[in-house]
């Protein structure tokens, strides 16, 4: 089990930044790799941003590019999503989950892989 719990949601304007932050559960954190998802209202859950064991390697979401940056600090259990330039479609419900793998590969960007997920913090971005 790696229980998960997200904060740093909120409300911003359009434009604006928000750094989400996970903080995980138990001395294996370092054994998975990090990813954060994100569904909006009515929408499918969608991949944002994936980051190796280890931290060397990251994969996004190509709407995320150059605007979100993932990072992971096994020491102290957390992975954060920085996010920046805001727009009012990025409004939804952000997940952090754990997949039990440690590199990244193209399965990293399915919902299905991950085995661990947080409860969600919501983040809306206003025009």
């Known amino acids: 089990q790696v229980p998960l719990v997200e904060s740093g949601g909120g409300l911003v304007q359009a434009g604006g930044s928000l750094r989400l932050s996970c903080a995980a559960s138990?001395?294996?954190?370092?054994?998975?790799?990090m990813g954060w998802f994100r569904q909006a209202p009515g929408k499918e859950r969608e991949f944002v941003a994936a980051?190796?064991?280890?931290?060397?390697?990251?994969v996004y979401a190509d709407f995320v590019k150059g605007r979100f940056t993932i990072s992971r600090d096994n020491a102290k259990n957390t992975v954060e999503l920085q996010m920046n330039s805001l727009k009012p479609e990025d409004t939804a419900v952000y997940y952090c989950?754990?997949?039990?793998?440690?590199?990244?590969?193209?399965?990293?960007?399915?919902?299905?892989?991950?085995?661990?997920w947080g409860q969600g913090t919501q983040v809306t971005v206003s025009s």
């Open positions: 989950a754990a997949r039990n793998f440690r590199i990244i590969t193209a399965q990293d960007k399915n919902a299905a892989g991950y085995a661990y």
């Open positions: 138990g001395r294996t954190f370092s054994n998975y790799v």
């Open positions: 980051i190796s064991w280890n931290g060397d390697s990251t």
